[in-house]
């Protein structure tokens, strides 16, 4: 429950060729152009049903950020680990729970940054994104899902470059009022 349509696409496609030689094709093919449009478009046609996302500013013990290259996100794929909210899930709670689902981490603790509009595609209307900053225990093992194709640790600097401008000014507060 409270997964999209194309999250449970992708999942049931990584389930039936979980292992070798399918697997390494399926990921191959999620990587090119033509494969991210086709999930960026399983997107625009088949949204999430309550539009309001949830994201999370991780940073490790050295002060490095924590970036995804995402399955699902066609048109910014390196960005803020996070997914949607499940019907009735206190946002605190889906932050939680779309780290453990994407990455294996449990959360330690949670502080609410900053909300930004987003657009599900033409046509769509508005949604909210909610960005929180995410405390992991430390030295935690990061395991990937289905639904990212690697993970990254940047310096804030680095990663600001590559995550939209909202997710970027999420960054600054957590480092600005970590420093």
């Known amino acids: 429950m409270g ?10 496609l990584f389930a039936r060729v979980s292992r070798g030689r399918g697997r390494s094709l399926l990921v191959g093919v999620l990587r090119t152009r033509w494969g991210r449009y086709a999930i960026g478009v399983a997107h625009r046609v088949l949204p999430a ?7 999370a500013v991780v940073l490790d013990e050295t002060g490095r950020v924590l970036l995804l ?20 899930e206190r946002p605190e709670d889906g932050v939680c729970r779309e780290l453990h689902e994407e990455l294996g981490l ?3 603790g949670t502080r609410y940054l900053l909300s ?22 430390a ?7 289905g639904e990212v194709l690697r993970v990254m ?11 939209r401008d909202f997710e970027a000014e999420a960054v600054r507060l957590v480092v600005t009022r970590d420093a």
């Open 69 to 88: 290259d995402h399955v699902s996100r066609a048109e910014h794929p390196i960005g803020l680990p996070g997914g949607w909210l499940a019907r009735a």
């Open 49 to 55: 049903r309550q539009p309001i996302g949830v994201l």
């Open 3 to 12: 997964k999209s349509i194309q999250e449970r696409i992708v999942e049931a």
């Open 106 to 108: 449990q959360v330690t």
């Open 139 to 145: 030295g935690a093992l990061v395991t990937l899902s």
């Open 153 to 163: 640790w940047m310096s804030p600097d680095e990663a600001l470059t590559q995550l």
């Open 116 to 137: 930004a509009p987003h657009r599900q595609g033409t046509g769509r209307p508005y949604g909210l994104t909610l960005v929180f900053a995410a405390k992991v225990a």
